[in-house]
């Protein structure tokens, strides 16, 4: 049986999320997809892309939230200049929220 490419579960994956209308199916969905290990690193990424964004130094960063400083430089380096818009976008809509 042929298997679907990367792509398309991709997509599949991005169409799920967009069903989630919570934060509690947020967690739930997201409890399911992850392991504890994937979703504690996502999560931690994310913190990093927003304290990043808040321009805290990398010394602060690893204390508040445990990552490393090659962590913290990749996901920089995605802010500055592999960013695709969507850290961007995302801080706006929170700020807009409050």
Do not use: H, W
Not at 18 to 36: G, V, W, Y
Not at 45 to 74: P, Q
Not at 75 to 95: C, H, I, P, T
Request: glycine content about 4%; some cysteine; aromatic content about 10%.
């Amino acid at each position: 049986m042929p298997t679907k490419p990367n792509a398309e579960f991709t997509k599949d994956l991005y169409r799920a999320i967009l069903t989630l209308k919570t934060e509690e199916e947020c967690e739930a969905f997201f409890k399911d997809l992850c392991t504890i290990p994937e979703l504690k690193a996502l999560s931690q990424r994310f913190a990093v892309a927003m304290m990043l964004d808040k321009n805290m130094v990398y010394n602060k960063i690893v204390e508040a939230t445990g990552a490393s400083t090659a962590t913290i430089s990749r996901v920089k380096r995605s802010l500055d200049y592999e960013n695709a818009g969507g850290y961007s976008m995302v801080f706006e809509r929170m700020k807009d929220e409050k």
